[in-house]
């Protein structure tokens, strides 16, 4: 059983807390972490769902989860990362980039994180339970997907500006990585 900490509209700690699926049926407002993993390249690695996941099954997601009870959002993405593809983020990157606030009946502060690393995808120990594929995906692809309409992705709401903010969030991300590319060869 997962148990969170349950906040009110404007992100504070209510003292309440609350089973995960319990919390989410009932509308109570909650915090969940996210994040892109960019490689040196520029490419961000999305993970695929398992079937037997209750939300979006079989669908390319950021890695992320809700924050556990007593937990703190910058635990807690270090703490999916680890469980669900098997390595660690550099701690030194644990930066919240943006916490989006939901307008749906899911509602829940969103913490959003970018980090960079130098993981091959043979390096990801993926837990079966939760993740059946991890790949790198260009931002073109990711913004062909949209373009198209692709279902088969579920990492931001496309029908807000939710996936513009973030797609210009790991541009300006894979830009510093080019030019600190670009001064190291120097």
């Known amino acids: 059983m997962e148990l969170i900490d349950v906040v009110d509209e404007n992100n504070q700690l209510t003292g309440q807390v609350e089973e995960r699926w319990t919390a989410y049926e009932k509308g109570l407002w909650r915090r969940t972490v996210s994040c892109w993993i960019m490689n040196k390249k520029g490419e961000v690695l999305l993970q695929k769902r398992t079937a037997n996941k209750k939300r979006n099954p079989n669908k390319w997601a950021k890695t992320g989860g809700q924050v556990d ?5 910058e635990e807690a993405i270090y703490r999916e990362v680890k469980e669900e593809i098997g390595v660690e983020i550099p701690k030194n990157q644990i930066k919240v980039i943006a916490i989006y606030k939901s307008d749906d009946k899911n509602k829940r502060f969103a913490y959003n994180f970018i980090f960079t690393v130098n993981y091959k995808i ?3 120990i993926l837990q079966p339970e939760e993740v059946q594929e991890v790949k790198y995906f260009s931002i073109e692809e990711l913004e062909l997907a949209k373009k198209n309409d692709d279902k088969n992705y579920t990492f931001c709401n496309w029908d807000t500006d939710d996936f513009y903010r973030e797609m210009k969030l790991l541009k300006n991300k894979r830009e510093e990585l080019r030019k600190e590319e670009s001064y190291e060869i120097r």
Request: aromatic residues 12%; hydrophobic residues 10%.
């Open 69 to 73: 009870s007593g937990e703190t959002v």
């Open 122 to 124: 043979s390096d990801y």
